[in-house]
């Protein structure tokens, strides 16, 4: 088997999370992939799966799949097509250049991103990559948790993450069977706008959203993936859909960047703000997590969408 793109990745203590929650919280620190974030796993895998004899690679990214794609494609010297929305900051833009893809901006959101990169697949016979919805992208995600559980001695008591279009949370799942750990409660968190998994939980089948309204706009699919809900509907798993405000996941990527001296973008800042909003202290008081929880397992997914610049833009937007 062809040595995978991704690295293992430290799992780290933090004190000042730790004493946020009144549990040890243990950062899977995604951000330090080569490509910035997880996506890096999944698309790796898929490439070398699909990919080794392609003429070129397309990807519809809302950015970090977008990253993962262009990183792959160069080191196997095939040509990679990105396909952005114009939401997409210019800083993403270059750096996708940076990595040698030909980038393309198309359409508002994402889903209309995707349309163009299906169409180019189909009419330059290019290798379509998706940013979140295949099982060999969840299969390569996986390996995220097997690494954990070579390293963490106890089993986790609840594992945080970010959902957009929901590959990451059918790649920790699928881990978690893996390691057999599936009775490990698994926190899902979205930011308000930016919520296609929430609303399918809450409406109990897929919903697509109008529009995407969140500045998280690396979680910006309009609907989840049907994997990813048909988990949530799944009575072997327990996954809790929870939402914060684009204010809250801003102040959680401030808050981490003073704590652990890391700059991550918002998509993953909606999963810190869990701790730092107190979100998990009243899952306890609600019965929905045990008041004596285990290791709190946090996925920290990274991005590249920001940098200190992107930072001010967006707190002067949101007026945090
Ligand atoms: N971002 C995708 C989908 O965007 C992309 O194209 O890059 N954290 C970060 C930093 C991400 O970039 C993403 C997804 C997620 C979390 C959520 O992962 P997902 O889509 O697998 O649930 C529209």
Known sequence: MARPFHLNTP??????????V??????KMENSQPSGSFKIRGIGHLCQQLATQSKGVVCSSGGNAGMAAAYVARKMRVP?????PSSTPQLVV????DQGATVKITGKVWDDANTEALRLAETEGLTY??????????QGHSSLISEVAASLEVKPGAVLLSVGGGGLLCGVVQGLKDVGWTDVPVIAMETVGA???????KAGRLVTLDDITSEAKCLGAKTVCRKAFEYSQSSQLTIISELVTDQQALSAVETFL???RVLVEMACGAALAAVYSGLVHRLQDEGRLPALLGPLLVIVCGGSSVDMEQLNHLKHKLHT
């Open 80 to 84: 990679a097509t990105i396909v952005v």
């Open 94 to 97: 270059q750096r996708l250049q």
């Open 22 to 27: 009144g549990t040890p919280v243990f950062l």
């Open 11 to 20: 799992l780290l203590e933090s004190v000042s999370m730790t004493k946020c």
């Open 195 to 201: 919520d296609c998994f929430n609303a399918a939980v």
């Open 129 to 138: 990559v998706p940013p979140f919805d295949h099982p060999l992208l969840w």
């Open 258 to 260: 003073d704590e652990e």
